[in-house]
């Protein structure tokens, strides 16, 4: 059975970091891509990065985390990161990672669609 379970989430201040783990059963992470999304209240859900499964570790951010946040990857522990760094009040939201074999990473963003979530992890920001 698959899962995925994120962990890291918190309250901070601005400026502050976090870093999100996303850990995986059920499945090998080394041939799935992986991605961070995250949805704040009242808002649609977006997708802040992904991580290719090749060699490359072709990685994506949205334009709104770019230089702040870093995804990474540590298949022998089927471990995904979402390092975050210099925290925003607009970036408090459930944090999600997901997986799937028809969602695919580019440098321009992704393709397709998970077909794996977690539940999330909840990150607050205030003054």
């Known amino acids: 059975q698959v899962h995925l379970v994120e962990s890291g989430g918190g309250l901070v201040r601005p400026g502050d970091s976090l870093r999100l783990s996303c850990v995986v059963s059920?499945?090998?992470?080394?041939?799935?891509?992986l991605g961070w999304f995250r949805q704040a209240p009242g808002k649609e859900r977006e997708e802040i990065s992904c991580?290719?499964?090749?060699?490359?570790?072709?990685?994506y951010y949205t334009e709104s985390v770019k230089g702040r946040f870093t995804i990474s990857r540590d298949n022998p522990k089927n471990t995904v990161y979402l390092q975050m760094n210099s925290l925003r009040p607009e970036d408090a939201a459930v944090y999600y990672c997901?997986?799937?074999?028809?969602?695919?990473?580019?440098?321009?963003?992704?393709?397709?669609?998970?077909?794996?979530w977690g539940k999330g992890t909840p990150v607050t920001v205030f003054s």
């Open positions: 059920g499945f090998t992470l080394d041939y799935y891509p």
């Open positions: 997901a997986a799937g074999l028809g969602y695919y990473c580019t440098g321009h963003g992704s393709i397709g669609s998970p077909d794996y």
């Open positions: 991580i290719s499964s090749d060699e490359h570790g072709t990685t």
